[in-house]
C-alpha cells in the first residue's frame, strides 16, 4: 500500500476530510527560517558597511562570511521536502516574476551575487598578498600549489594594491551592502508574501506577513551571529591561554574586551528589531480579533486553545518576553547575551513553526483538527527527509560551509581596510 504524503506524521482530531494531512513539514518551518538567517546576518554586516558603525567591524565582517555560508543552505528544505527533488532546479533556470516561488530564482541569483561580489572587495587584498606569498615560495608543495592556483584565480588578475584602489574598493563595499539590504529583506519577505497571499487559509491571509517575516528573519539573524561570534571567540580565547604568544593570536585580555565591546552593542541592535517583530505580530493579531471574520472562530481556537503553549508561553513568553528582560537588566555579560540570542532564536523558530503547522491546523470543514507529530527515529526516507535527521542535516550544512569558506576568507586573521 503506497503511504500519502504526510500521513505518517499527522494525527488527527474530530472531522477532517479524507485528503487532508499536514502536508508542509518540518523543512518548510526550516526554510523561512534559514532564509530569515541569511537577511539578518547581512543586515548586520551592513551596520558598519553603509551605516559606519566603526565598533562592529570584525562582527561585520564575520556576519558577512557567515551569511555567505547560509546561502546555499536557504534552498536546502526545499530540495529535502520535493518529492521529485531534481525538478528543483528548473526554477533557476527559467526564472520569472510569474509565481512568488519563480521569481526566487532572481532573488536569490540577484543576492548571491551581490554577497560574493562585495566578499571578494573586502578581501582582494588578501587574495593578492596571498597569491605573491605562494608565488614566491619556489618550494611549494603539492597542497601550497593548488593553493596558489586558487588564490590566483580569486585574484581575478587585479593586484593593484595601492591607496587609491583599496579606496575604490572600500566604495564598492560600501555600495554593495547599501544595494544588498533590500535584495536581502525582498529574498526573506517573498516567503512571508507565499504565506500572505493563500486567500484559502485563514491565519496566513493578511498583508503584514511579508513585514512580520523580516523584522523577525534580522532578529534571528543578529542572534545566530552573536551566539556564533561568542563561541569562536571563546576558542580563540582558550587557544590564547594555552598556546600564549607562539599561537599568533591576541592577548586573553584583547579577545576578551572585544568580544564584550562588540557583542554589547550588537545586542542593542539586536533588542530594537525585537520590539519591532514583537510589536508587529501582536497587531495582527489584535487585528485579526477586532475584525471578527468568518474563520474566526475556528482561529481563536486554535490560538488560544490547541496552540497556547507555543504560542503564548514557547514564542512570546521563553522566546521574546525572557530574552528581552535578560538584555535589558543592568551590567550585561557576554553569557547572558549569549543565553538571550539563543532563547530570541528559539523564539523566531517558533514563530515560524506556528505560522507553518499551526495554519495547517484546522481542517478546511473548520470541524476537525490535525497536529504534526515530528519523526524523531526514521523508517523510511521520506520521514528522515521530513524528520529530526533531516532539520540536524540542514542546521549543520552552514557551519561546515563556513569552516572551508573561512579557510579562503579568514574572518579573523585577516587585517584588511574593511
Known amino acids: 500500500m503506497i503511504e500519502v504524503h504526510g500521513e505518517a506524521w499527522t494525527l488527527k482530531e474530530f472531522f477532517t476530510y479524507p485528503n487532508e494531512y499536514i502536508y508542509w513539514s518540518i523543512q518548510i518551518v526550516m526554510y523561512p527560517f534559514m532564509t530569515g538567517l541569511v537577511a539578518g546576518a547581512f543586515v548586520l554586516s551592513s551596520l558598519y558597511h553603509v551605516f559606519g558603525v566603526k565598533q562592529l567591524k570584525n562582527i561585520a565582517r564575520f556576519s558577512l562570511v557567515f551569511s555567505f555560508a547560509l546561502l546555499p ?134 498583508p503584514l506577513m511579508p513585514v512580520i517575516f523580516i523584522c523577525s ?69 489584535i487585528f485579526r480579533g477586532y475584525t471578527a471574520v468568518k474563520s474566526w472562530d475556528i482561529l481563536r481556537e486554535v490560538i488560544y486553545q490547541k496552540d497556547f503553549y507555543k504560542i503564548f508561553v514557547m514564542q512570546y513568553g521563553m522566546g521574546n518576553l525572557l530574552p528581552f528582560i535578560l538584555f535589558k537588566l543592568p551590567g550585561l555579560t557576554v553569557r547572558r547575551a549569549g543565553l538571550g540570542a539563543c532563547l530570541m532564536l528559539f523564539g523566531v523558530f517558533m514563530m515560524r513553526w506556528n505560522v507553518v503547522i499551526g495554519g495547517q491546523a484546522f481542517s478546511s470543514s473548520f470541524a476537525g483538527f490535525m497536529e504534526y507529530v515530528l519523526p524523531i527515529i526514521p523508517h523510511n526516507i521520506e520521514t528522515a527527509k521530513e524528520g529530526l535527521v533531516g532539520a540536524v542535516a540542514v542546521i549543520i550544512t552552514p557551519y561546515v560551509l563556513f569552516y572551508f569558506i573561512n579557510k579562503v576568507m579568514p574572518v579573523f586573521k585577516y587585517k584588511g581596510a574593511h
Not at 593548488?146 to 566604495?171: H, I, M, N, P
Open 73 to 206: 543552505v536557504a534552498m536546502m528544505p526545499l530540495m529535502l521536502h520535493l518529492q521529485q527533488p531534481l525538478r528543483g532546479i528548473h526554477v533557476m533556470m527559467t526564472p520569472h516574476f510569474t509565481s512568488a516561488i519563480a521569481a526566487f530564482g532572481i532573488v536569490f541569483s540577484t543576492y548571491g551575487m551581490i554577497v560574493a561580489s562585495e566578499l571578494w572587495f573586502v578581501y582582494r587584498p588578501h587574495f593578492v598578498a596571498t597569491a605573491l606569498e605562494l608565488k614566491g615560495n619556489s618550494q611549494r608543495g603539492l597542497i601550497d600549489s593548488f593553493r596558489y592556483l586558487l588564490f590566483s584565480a580569486l585574484t581575478l588578475g587585479s593586484y593593484d594594491v595601492s591607496e587609491d584602489a583599496l579606496e575604490k574598493d572600500e566604495k564598492a563595499v560600501g555600495f554593495l551592502a547599501g544595494l544588498g539590504i533590500p535584495v536581502a529583506c525582498f529574498l526573506h519577505g517573498y516567503a512571508g508574501f507565499i504565506f500572505g497571499s493563500v486567500k484559502a487559509n485563514a491565519l496566513w491571509m493578511t
Open 217 to 285: 528573519a534580522v532578529v534571528s539573524g543578529i542572534a545566530l551571529c552573536i551566539i556564533t561570534y561568542i563561541v569562536t571567540m571563546e576558542i580563540r580565547k582558550l587557544l590564547s591561554r594555552r598556546k600564549g604568544k607562539a599561537s599568533g593570536l591576541p592577548s586573553y585580555e584583547e579577545l576578551r574586551s572585544a568580544e564584550i565591546e562588540e557583542v554589547k552593542l550588537t545586542s542593542k541592535y539586536l533588542v530594537m528589531f525585537l520590539i519591532a517583530a514583537i510589536t508587529l505580530e501582536l497587531l495582527d493579531l
